[in-house]
């Protein structure tokens, strides 16, 4: 087996290649064995075992991919989960009641009720807060907090956050600060090294790549936090079966020739609407009139593969335009071969703060051509 010791001063595309790949001892096949068993053999007094015992605690596939997932991210120790949802929920319950918590005021939908609503049933005091405004994230964190979640670049509005001075400021007032760093991967973002303790993705988006395959990860440099999210996974119950582990893993050795392609089209395309008629605002980092391209521009490797555009007019319009399509897909999730739209207001429901004209796009592994082509006909009078 590679060393992990072996894979230093290697680029990133050389590490999602071999990070966590070993030749089978037993069969010298180069494809990994999927273990998928739920019990392993201890000595008769279990105390004095030292190997696997029970899946759900941990087994040989998950820990090769939690291998990868650390040397991706720069050096950190991961954890596996089934969803990126279950993730996020072990990092809830390591709060208890009365702590503050700190939360962008767009985090993803899901993860802001997790907290607010059943972080507030759990006594939890979250507070949303725009991080993009300096000012707004001074004033909340000039009292202590317990956490502060960022996510950059944010969905679905592609806010960029300055990742080193939140985590800066939320390590003044105490706080574990965590980035969801979905969207930007581990190739494009690289937020331990930017002060962060703990790094989220949900891996059923680009990591996985294929829309197949569901998991989520959380990487952190601090021992002790670490256990205490491998107890929670353990008594939560949140483990991923070992299948979507060996997928996950699969789909990383492509991760930085897909998202090459990935971030080549949604350039084009940003540059394509952002110069339509037929569109009042695009949300992407990679333009210069972003309120983030500065910020993105110095902590991200490029811009992603998500963008989202307002078109001119209501709700009605931008769901005529979506229906429209013919190359993206109307689905929700993203990161995929496949390109994807999603009017976000109706599937975020009567709570969400989308703007009801805005359409998000995952931009898939077509020809970008064809995609600004499907585009024009589908924003067309
Ligand atoms: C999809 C997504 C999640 C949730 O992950 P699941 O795997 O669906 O549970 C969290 N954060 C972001 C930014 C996402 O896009």
Request: one cysteine or more; a negative charge.
């Amino acid at each position: 087996m590679f060393m992990t010791t072996q894979l230093t001063n290697l680029h990133i595309e050389t590490l999602a290649v071999h990070a966590g790949f070993h030749i089978d001892p037993q069969t010298k096949s180069l494809s990994q064995p999927i273990h998928m068993a739920t019990t392993f053999e201890h000595p008769a007094d279990s105390a004095l075992n030292d190997g696997y015992l029970y899946q759900r605690y941990t087994n040989p596939t998950q820990e090769q991919l939690e291998i990868a997932l650390g040397l991706l991210e720069g050096g950190g120790e991961a954890l596996f989960f089934a969803t990126g949802l279950a993730a996020a929920a072990a990092m809830l319950h390591t709060l208890k009641p009365g702590d503050r918590v700190i939360l962008a005021d767009d985090t993803y939908f899901a993860i802001r009720k997790l907290f607010v609503d059943e972080g507030g049933r759990m006594g939890l005091r979250c507070e949303l807060v725009d991080l993009t405004d300096h000012s707004a994230v001074q004033t909340a964190l000039m009292q202590p907090a317990a956490l502060v979640w960022m996510e950059t670049p944010s969905n679905p509005l592609i806010k960029v956050t300055d990742v080193e001075y939140v985590a800066k400021l939320a390590k003044a007032a105490g706080a574990k600060s965590v980035v969801d760093a979905t969207f930007a991967t581990p190739i494009l973002l690289k937020p331990l090294a930017l002060g962060v303790d703990v790094v989220l993705h949900s891996t059923t988006k680009y990591l996985s790549g294929h829309s197949d395959n569901m998991g989520g990860s959380l990487i952190t440099r601090d021992a002790a936090l670490r256990a205490r999210l491998f107890e929670l996974r353990k008594l939560l119950g949140g483990t991923a079966s070992p299948f979507a582990a060996w997928l996950t893993l699969r789909g990383i050795r492509t991760l930085p020739c897909r998202l090459a392609w990935h971030c080549d089209s949604a350039e084009k395309i940003a540059a394509f609407l952002a110069s339509h008629m037929g569109v009042e605002k695009t949300h992407y980092p990679g333009l210069p009139s972003h309120a983030g391209h500065e910020i993105a521009a110095r902590q991200m490797q490029r811009f992603g593969g998500m963008l989202s555009l307002q078109v001119k007019g209501d709700r009605t319009r931008a769901i005529l335009v979506a229906s429209r399509l013919r190359l993206f897909t109307n689905a929700t999730s993203l990161g995929s071969t496949e390109s994807l739209v999603e009017h976000r207001q109706s599937v975020e429901g009567p709570t969400s703060t989308t703007p009801d004209n805005l359409l998000r796009l995952s931009v898939g592994l077509e020809h970008v051509d064809d995609l600004i082509a499907d585009l024009a006909q589908a924003l067309a009078a």
